[in-house]
C-alpha cells in the first residue's frame, strides 16, 4: 500500500496563476480530507469529503480555493489566481470507514512567488 | 481563541529521560484526542489516541495522560530517543460530529543524544 499519493510535492506559481493540487487516497478509504499547514497558523482544516460526497467545507476561504472529488480514487484542491499568502504545505489525508485516524500524504509545498 | 492549545513550542531533553508534552483545550464535548508525529518533509502520523471515556493509554514507552475535569491532557515519551525528535501535535474532535480534528500549534522535540 503506497499511502495517501499527493502530487506535486513542490509547485511553483506566480500570483495570480492557478494552482491544482492532487490528492489520491487509500483504497478502500471513504473519508478524504485537505489541510494547509504553515509555520504561524500551523495546521488548519480546509474542507472533507466523505464517501465522494462534500461533508464540511468551513475551513475554505470562500473565494479562489475550491476542491472536488469527481471518483472515489482522487481529489482535488485549486486555487484561483494565487496570492503569496497561499504560500504553504497542502495536506491531503484520508480515513477507513468508521474511523477518526488520518493517514496523511506527504504534502505539497506551495510557494506563490 | 484556540480551541486546542500546546503550552510549549519547542522542548529539549536528553536520550534516556522522559518528554512530557503539554495539551488542554476549550471544548468540552470534545471526546476524541490523538496524538500525531510529524517528521520534517513527511505528513503527520498518528501516534496514540484516547477517548474522554478513559483517563490513561499506553502504548510502549508513550502514554497519554487525560484529566476531563481540567480539559487537559499529556503525552509521556519514555525513555526517550533521539530518533523520538519530531513535531508532536495534539488534536481534538467530537466523534459524533463532522470528525474534523482541530490540531494544536504542535511541539518540536528533541532528543540529545
Known amino acids: 500500500n503506497a499511502g495517501v499519493i499527493q502530487t506535486p510535492r513542490h509547485k511553483v506559481t506566480g500570483k495570480g496563476q492557478e494552482a491544482t493540487l492532487w490528492c489520491e487516497p487509500i483504497s478502500g478509504h471513504s473519508a478524504v480530507f485537505w489541510y494547509r499547514q504553515t509555520i504561524v497558523q500551523g495546521l488548519e482544516f480546509l474542507t472533507y469529503f466523505r464517501n465522494q460526497a462534500p461533508i464540511d467545507d468551513s475551513g475554505m476561504p470562500k473565494e479562489r480555493f475550491s476542491a472536488q472529488m469527481p471518483n472515489q480514487s482522487h481529489s482535488t484542491l485549486k486555487i484561483q489566481s494565487t496570492q503569496p499568502q497561499d504560500s504553504a504545505v497542502y495536506l491531503c489525508?484520508?480515513?477507513?470507514?468508521?474511523?477518526?485516524?488520518?493517514?496523511f500524504g506527504h504534502g505539497t509545498k506551495l510557494s506563490v512567488l | 481563541q484556540q480551541q486546542v492549545r500546546q503550552s510549549s513550542q519547542s522542548l529539549t531533553v536528553w536520550e534516556g529521560e522522559t518528554a512530557i508534552l503539554n495539551c488542554s483545550y476549550e471544548?468540552?464535548?470534545?471526546?476524541?484526542f490523538p496524538w500525531y508525529q510529524q517528521f520534517p518533509g513527511e505528513g503527520p502520523a498518528l501516534l496514540i489516541a484516547i477517548r474522554s471515556v478513559s483517563d490513561k493509554k499506553e502504548d510502549g514507552r508513550f502514554t497519554i495522560f487525560f484529566n476531563k475535569r481540567e480539559k487537559n491532557l499529556s503525552l509521556h515519551i519514555k525513555d526517550s530517543q533521539p530518533g523520538d525528535s519530531a513535531t508532536y501535535f495534539c488534536?481534538?474532535?467530537?466523534?459524533?460530529?463532522?470528525?474534523?480534528?482541530?490540531f494544536g500549534s504542535g511541539t518540536q522535540l528533541t532528543v540529545m543524544p
Open positions: 489525508a484520508s480515513s477507513p470507514p468508521s474511523s477518526e485516524r488520518l493517514f
Open positions: 471544548n468540552s464535548a470534545f471526546d476524541y
Open positions: 488534536a481534538a474532535t467530537l466523534s459524533s460530529g463532522s470528525w474534523q480534528l482541530i
